[in-house]
């Protein structure tokens, strides 16, 4: 019994701690907070004259890895360094790159790691061989960077060259738009291609030359029994007509008799 009161009264007085009352607060909503705390004061972490510098990134501060962080800072500490001409260039820059989507972002990082891999003699050799074209070659390649950043798109009922990213984007819409029709059934034949149905009826068919006219229900008869002592037929092209199939002269095609009727009951 004891025991019993005294468990009841230490629950009473955790219950009613204030201390044991937060310790209380369920570790996701702890851990919420703190992360809510470190975005809020994340930028405001910079001093005054790191966050002047960088105000056009203060917006995709908080999304930033510490690599990236880390670069702009030493920026920031170098801007009072630099020529007012520097200075101006490098807001212009941030501006820019604060208003990009994030798609042409990532593709901004890529072309920078790119050209990174180059040594300073190759950048620099690439620069001065850019410097050197004609500014109607500089013009062309400006309008070509500036038609692939933004695209042209032409409306679908409108004939004319498509972009190769306008293509793409056509192509996954219309997949995906046939994704939901897709079957394993191999669709039937059109109406228009089927044939039409025949009508058989008994007709008289003429038969060839050479053809039989005996009905099918009639026992063959044997062929014609050359007379003994005779010589063979002679199979020339000249002797033997093509549409009976009999010697057409000589003692061969006077003397074909049919076998008679006392044979053909023995045969039978």
């Known amino acids: 019994m004891t025991r019993l009161l005294t468990a009841c009264l230490m629950g009473c007085v955790m219950l009613t701690s204030p201390t044991l009352a937060a310790e209380r607060v369920p570790a996701s909503t702890a851990v919420t907070r703190v992360v809510a705390a470190d975005t809020a004061t994340e930028w405001h972490a910079l001093t005054a004259q790191q966050r002047e510098v960088l105000k056009p990134l203060a917006h995709q501060w908080r999304y930033m890895d510490d690599p990236s962080r880390d670069k702009w800072r ?15 260039r490098l807001q212009q820059r941030m501006a820019r ?24 003699h190759e950048r620099q050799r690439k620069w001065e061989a850019y410097q050197a074209l004609p500014p ?4 062309a ?8 950043a933004h695209p042209v798109e032409l409306p679908h009922d409108m004939s004319g060259p498509r972009e190769a990213q306008q293509m ?30 025949m009508v058989v009826a008994p007709v008289v068919i003429k038969a ?30 000249s002797f ?3 549409v009976t199939m009999l010697p057409r002269k000589g003692a061969q095609g006077a003397a074909i008799t049919p076998v008679p009727e006392q044979g053909r009951a023995h045969q039978r």
């Open 141 to 148: 390649l400006s309008r070509r960077a500036r038609r692939q």
């Open 97 to 120: 790159w604060s208003d990009l989507p994030p798609q042409e972002r990532g593709e901004a990082r890529l072309r920078f790691q790119q050209s990174r891999q180059l040594s300073a």
């Open 208 to 237: 060839g030359p050479g053809a039989t006219t005996r009905l099918l229900t009639q026992p063959a008869a044997p062929p014609g029994h050359q007379q003994a002592g005779l010589p063979k037929i002679n199979s020339t092209g």
């Open 74 to 88: 030493n920026v920031a500490n170098r801007y009072g360094s630099l020529p007012p001409a520097e200075q101006r």
């Open 240 to 242: 033997v007509d093509p």
């Open 168 to 197: 793409y984007t056509t192509r996954q819409r219309r997949e995906q738009s046939q994704s939901h029709q897709k079957s394993n059934m191999a669709p039937g034949a059109p109406e228009s291609a089927r044939p039409a149905p």
């Open 136 to 139: 109607e070659t500089r013009e």
